[in-house]
């Protein structure tokens, strides 16, 4: 055996235990699910690599990937689908063709991403988007917001505020037809974040004439301020999104530098004095039994890290910090939240902290699925699951919205 057999050996050795997540018993499509995972590992391994070699920044990488995965707005037989803008943010519109007599229903949608990635262009939002538009007969606005690191909190949320206050107008209500009185905000993941942010912000604001319905939001993630929790414990290397991955990307919304993801993971990055904020999250009280398990309660660390980042202990970043002043004036809301999950226990705090406020909550949680489900909607690597989680949202919507 050559030297260089031996290398590619020992490297392809070290790949596939760096990138190998074992799948749990009850998750269906095991094969189609492992060769997701590993291919999300592999590239997340190369761009590591990639970027320790100084060849371009992690995140680049990413980002150059899921560019490939882009559609154009394309019309079909029950919408049409137009690329714009609203108060200069990028938007996609899908307006049903049908004639109707009646006002629409209308849904804002924002994607996910972990505010570094992603667009309305991706196939799986575009899918998502243009079932919802076709099936309620409804119209959607799905909203490309700017992204970190290029453009760092809270840019993401400017950029949300002002396309939701511009469509929240009443001659763009009139222009495209929608009912105002039957509007909702929806989001996946740090998409959900901004939904959830975006709700909070026009429910409170007495300026804003026209109010939201109803939000939805699909697993997202709702606080940064501890990152050791039982589903952060639990899913460190969880399929397709890992704790390392989070932890890194989230920190760019904030800066370049190394040292904050660093006290992330480990807990320690939330300054001196914000021990009062962890009364709204403390999951040794508010996570339901079950989930909470046997793990013990640890309190972050505060102090240890030196640098100055209001967006830490700030709601639109971490919505969860919201007082119940806050919470209570919230509509009909819509929490998916799945088991290995990452962002699975911020979704039952916030079901939780919702109805003890009296606010109308319907919380899905599947036992068997994963962050980032809604990504394989469409073939080649479309999974039941996904399907799944879209019926229940999209019906959620029909019936509340
Ligand atoms: C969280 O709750 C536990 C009780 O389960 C309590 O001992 C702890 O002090 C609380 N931590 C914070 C930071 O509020
Ligand atoms: C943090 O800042 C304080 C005061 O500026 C300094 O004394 C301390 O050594 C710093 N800690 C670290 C870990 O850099
Ligand atoms: C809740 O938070 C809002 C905004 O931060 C603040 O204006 C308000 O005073 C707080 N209410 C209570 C009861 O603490």
């Not at 975006?198 to 300026?207: A, G, H, L, S």
């Not at 190394?258 to 480990?266: G, I, N, T």
């Not at 910090?321 to 979704?347: E, F, H, K, M, V």
């Amino acid at each position: 055996m050559s030297i260089k057999t031996l290398c590619l050996g020992l490297f392809c050795a070290l790949f596939v235990s760096h990138i190998y997540t074992p799948i749990p018993d009850n998750i269906a499509e095991r094969w189609k699910i492992m060769a997701l995972d590993s291919v999300t590992k592999t590239l997340t391994f190369l761009a590591l690599g990639f970027e320790n070699m100084g060849i371009m920044r992690f995140e680049d990488f990413i980002s150059m990937i899921i560019r490939l995965d882009y559609t154009e707005p394309l019309s079909d037989e029950y919408v049409t689908v137009t690329d714009t803008t609203f108060a200069n943010i990028p938007v996609r519109l899908y307006l049903p063709k049908g004639k109707t007599e009646t006002l629409r229903r209308a849904v804002i949608y924002m994607h996910g991403g972990a505010f570094c990635l992603g667009s309305f262009k991706l196939t799986s939002i575009d899918h998502l988007n243009r079932w919802t538009a076709t099936k309620l007969d409804a119209v959607v606005v799905s909203v490309d917001y700017r992204l970190a690191p290029q453009h760092q909190y809270p840019a993401q949320f400017e950029d949300a505020i002002a396309a939701v206050t511009f469509f929240l107008q009443d001659k763009i209500l009139t222009k495209y037809g929608v009912d105002p009185t039957r509007i909702c905000i929806s989001g996946d993941s740090s998409g959900g974040t901004l939904a959830t942010a975006v709700t909070q912000y026009v429910e409170n604001n007495p300026k804003m004439k026209h109010k939201l319905k109803a939000q939805a939001l699909l697993y997202p993630y709702l606080q940064l301020i501890d990152i050791n929790m039982p589903s952060h414990r639990e899913n460190e290397n969880g399929i397709v999104l890992t704790r390392e991955m989070a932890i890194k990307l989230v920190s760019l919304c904030f800066t370049k530098d190394e040292a904050l993801p660093q006290a992330v993971r480990r807990n320690q990055h939330m300054p001196l004095g914000s021990r009062d904020l962890f009364k709204y999250i403390n999951w040794s009280i508010i996570l339901p039994e079950k989930y909470r398990k046997d793990h013990v309660y640890t309190e972050p660390i505060l102090g240890k890290f030196n640098y100055s980042f209001p967006g830490l202990i700030d709601n639109r970043m971490s919505p969860l910090l919201a007082n119940d002043s806050l919470l209570q004036n919230l509509p009909l809301t819509y929490i998916l939240t799945c088991q290995y999950d990452l962002t699975r226990d911020d979704g039952f705090i916030y079901a939780s902290r919702l109805r003890n406020v009296g606010v109308q909550v319907t919380h899905d949680h599947i036992e068997n699925g994963f962050h980032a489900a809604l990504s394989f909607m469409t073939s080649p690597l479309y999974l039941h699951l996904s399907l799944r989680i879209r019926d229940m949202y999209v019906s959620w919507l029909d019936k509340n919205l």
